[in-house]
T-cell receptor
Framework: NAGVMQNPRHLVRRRGQEARLRCSPM?????VYWYRQLPEEGLKFMVY????????ESGMPKERFSAEFPKEGPSILRIQQVVRGDSAAYFC??????????FGPGTRLLVL | TQLLEQSPQFLSIQEGENLTVYCNSS?????LQWYRQEPGEGPVLLVT?????EVKKLKRLTFQFGDARKDSSLHITAAQPGDTGLYLC??????????????FGEGTQLTVNP
């Protein structure tokens, strides 16, 4: 039973480019969460999605960041016009309902 | 303002010693989860505690949820080098937030020396 999958594991972008991070939840899980871990800081909640719906995006920056979880396919976290401050590890978690969250291995984004 | 305070932030001990990590908050949570994170990897769930006063044991690890569901502790008996890692507590269902988001502490970096 595969766990939460994220790709790419590492992503390098230059300032102003776009970053697209993908998350495939565990089989049978319909709830997806994105968290960000900045260097030397703890994990911070960004957004909570169910299939085709954003439930809570209160932790996501208002500009340049967007997230989706389509009916088919993985959840996508998209960062437009990246800046150096976006460099961080981005983690996706999934749960079957509103229960325990299981985390993926993360995507390490480096903005040059 | 850190909503979940973990202490200590760093802990370096010898193999065989016991240790306790604390996770404190002024907020009430519906449940609390403990994770362990290795460098370059995502957090791996250790336990979820739900009921105030609940105690759960996982081999040499003992987890306790405070009666008021505001704090928790993790006790490791006879620590081994394989216990080395970043231990994170995360509260779910804090009053005033959407019920499912996790609020994380900043973690306790544990190093167990052989």
């Amino acid at each position: 039973n595969a766990g939460v999958m994220q790709n790419p594991r590492h992503l390098v972008r230059r300032r102003g480019q776009e970053a697209r991070l993908r998350c495939s939840p565990m089989k049978g899980h319909s709830h997806v969460y994105w968290y960000r871990q900045l260097p030397e800081e703890g994990l911070k909640f960004m957004v909570y999605l169910q299939k085709e719906n954003i439930i809570d995006e209160s932790g996501m920056p208002k500009e340049r960041f967007s997230a989706e979880f389509p009916k088919e396919g993985p959840s996508i976290l998209r960062i437009q016009q990246v800046v150096r401050g976006d460099s961080a590890a981005y983690f996706c978690a999934s749960s079957p309902g509103s229960g325990t969250q299981y985390f993926g291995p993360g995507t390490r984004l480096l903005v040059l | 303002t850190q909503l979940l305070e973990q202490s200590p932030q760093f802990l370096s001990i010898q193999e065989g010693e016991n240790l306790t990590v604390y996770c404190n908050s002024s907020s009430v949570f519906s449940s609390l989860q403990w994770y362990r994170q290795e460098p370059g990897e995502g957090p791996v769930l250790l336990v979820t505690v739900v009921t105030g006063g609940e105690v759960k044991k996982l081999k040499r690890l003992t987890f306790q949820f405070g009666d008021a569901r505001k704090d928790s502790s993790l006790h490791i008996t006879a620590a081994q080098p394989g216990d080395t890692g970043l231990y994170l507590c995360a509260g779910r269902g804090r009053l005033g937030t959407s019920g499912s988001r996790l609020t994380f502490g900043e973690g306790t970096q544990l190093t167990v020396n052989p």
